[in-house]
């Protein structure tokens, strides 16, 4: 099954403005830090504290990925995109490169890295070549 990106980011605002009427976020930054640090991995690294230049660092690097099925695998982090950046919003997107013959569905799957360590990420596959497959996460983060 293909996604777009267009219809991704639409089905995820959707689920964020949804969710955003259940209950509001608190206004202190000691609260706000709280409720992110719940809704993030608890193994390594939040995402909340993931930005741009977090990943912008790492343009080259090899991540390596945990499968269900217990499989590590390797991918390199191709490219870091700034898609934009306001007061109260920053977004940006990850492309990930590994081999053709090991294919992941989308899904959330376990990253590591040496300087992040361990932290879940929800990638998609965005494209394949005759020796790569391509993968693509996706970044809006609210500035506090």
Same mark, same amino acid.
């Given at each position: 099954m293909s996604i777009s990106r267009r219809y991704f980011l639409l089905f995820s605002g959707?689920?964020?403005?949804?969710?955003?009427?259940?209950?509001?976020i608190p206004n202190t930054k000691r609260q706000h830090q709280?409720?992110?640090k719940t809704l993030d991995t608890q193994t390594?690294?939040?995402l909340s504290q993931m930005h741009y230049s977090t990943f912008e660092t790492l343009k080259d690097q090899t991540l390596h990925v945990l499968t269900e099925r217990g499989e590590r695998l390797r991918? =390199?982090?191709? =490219?870091v995109e700034d898609q934009g950046r306001s007061d109260q919003l920053e977004q940006f997107s990850l492309t990930f490169r590994g081999k053709q013959g090991q294919l992941l569905d989308q899904g959330t799957y376990q990253f590591e890295h040496p300087q992040l360590g361990q932290f879940n990420l929800f990638?998609?596959?965005s494209g394949q070549s005759k020796h790569n497959a391509y993968y693509q996460a996706t970044f809006s983060h609210l500035i506090a």
């Open positions: 959707s689920i964020l403005a949804t969710a955003g009427t259940s209950f509001s709280l409720v992110a390594g690294v939040g991918l =390199q982090l191709d =490219q990638i998609v596959p």
